[in-house]
């Protein structure tokens, strides 16, 4: 008689598209945030410019989103998460809700100076 053994379902990550659903569900309508989401189609030439850009009262926030702690922005994503910075705006790669949303919370209660610098919490 043969045996079966049960295996345990490895979880996979969320899609980077699932990502970037939950976190747009999860800000709409709020009143200090403004998420413009990366149109990519077959007419546009949008390599290396980050998967969401925000403006959080104000602030300029490119983030690109990773669906695993593996994976790593990509030369042109750095390139572009570099000049982002260079021009005095926050580049984050980030791989749940969460991130984001540390993000926006900082910024709002005046834990992110422009351009980037973290604020110490004493």
Not at 101 to 120: A, D
Request: hydrophobic share 35%; net charge positive; charged share 30%.
């Amino acid at each position: 008689m043969k045996k079966f053994a049960l295996k345990a379902k490895r979880k996979s990550p969320k899609k980077e598209s699932s990502l970037k659903g939950d976190i747009l569900k999860h800000f709409k309508g709020h009143p200090h945030v403004l998420i413009v989401p990366k149109h990519q189609d077959r007419f546009s030439n949008t390599t290396g410019v980050s998967d969401l850009l925000l403006c959080v009262c104000g602030c300029f926030v490119a983030i690109e989103l990773k669906r695993d702690e593996t994976k790593e922005a990509t030369p042109k994503q750095q390139w572009f998460l570099g000049r982002v910075l260079r021009a005095g705006g926050y580049p984050a790669v980030c791989r749940s809700v969460e991130e984001v949303e540390r993000i926006v919370n900082n910024i709002m209660h005046g834990l992110l100076k422009f351009p980037y610098e973290e604020v110490s919490n004493v």
